[in-house]
């Protein structure tokens, strides 16, 4: 059963406009997420989190928005630049549990 | 500048060989994974270990085992080699229970033949 369902495999975006990707999860006792970035050949780098305490974080260019009812949260890209083209993964854990459960990814594609 | 290292970025290996997939990480944490990714399929983890000699079973241990002797370092073992375990194999480190994030190795891409 997957707990981290991330439905669209792939997006593409045109360079300046908005990228949203969406996650949903299924466990209401998850109270962390993440979004990580992947790049063909590397190891997934941390991009932002947010907890459930909140309903959004921002960094720079990137937030993340949390919307515990329908237990669905988004990363929001602002402008996306080619650079963002990667592999997004969500994941999500629960206080006084160790591991991540991630989402199947969305390769977002930026266009120039 | 916090580093996870793993030891091969890339390996070929033969069915039914034992291999022996090595994680070391700088950052003092406790907990330590091993995902494989596939396509279409995420991350899914096979095992983690919140301490020395400590080890748990993630979502898809069949066919492999793990050793946790020193904290720094996190070794996967397949036991046997099979085509199916054809695949990018990721280790990672966090510090605590909560409200971290986890830091990734550069990956290592097995393909067994």
């Known amino acids: 059963d997957q707990q981290v369902k991330q439905n669209s495999p792939s997006l593409s975006v045109q360079e300046g406009r908005i990228s949203i990707l969406n996650c949903d999860y299924t466990n209401s006792m998850f109270d962390y997420f993440l979004w990580y970035k992947k790049y063909p050949a590397e190891g997934p780098t941390f991009l932002i989190s947010i907890s459930s305490i909140k309903d959004k974080n921002e960094d720079g260019r990137f937030t993340v928005f949390l919307n515990k009812s329908a237990k669905h949260l988004s990363l929001h890209i602002v402008p996306s630049q080619p650079g963002d083209s990667a592999v997004y993964f969500c994941?999500?854990?629960?206080?006084?549990?160790?591991?991540?459960?991630f989402g199947t990814g969305t390769r977002l594609k930026v266009l120039a | 500048d916090v580093k996870v290292t793993q030891s091969s970025r890339y390996l070929v290996k033969r069915t039914g060989e034992k291999v022996f997939l090595e994680c070391v990480q700088d950052m003092d944490h406790e907990n330590m994974f091993w995902y494989r990714q596939d396509p279409g399929l995420g991350l899914r983890l096979i095992y983690f270990?919140?301490?020395?000699?400590?080890?748990e079973k993630g979502d898809i241990p069949e066919g492999y085992s793990v050793s946790r002797e020193k904290k720094e370092r996190f070794s996967l073992i397949l036991e046997s080699a099979s085509t199916n375990q054809t695949s990018m194999y990721l280790c990672a480190s966090r510090d605590s229970f909560g409200g971290a994030e986890a830091f990734f190795g550069q990956g290592t891409r097995l393909t067994v033949v």
């Open positions: 270990s919140y301490d020395v000699k400590m080890k």
């Open positions: 994941a999500a854990s629960s206080t006084g549990t160790y591991k991540y459960i």
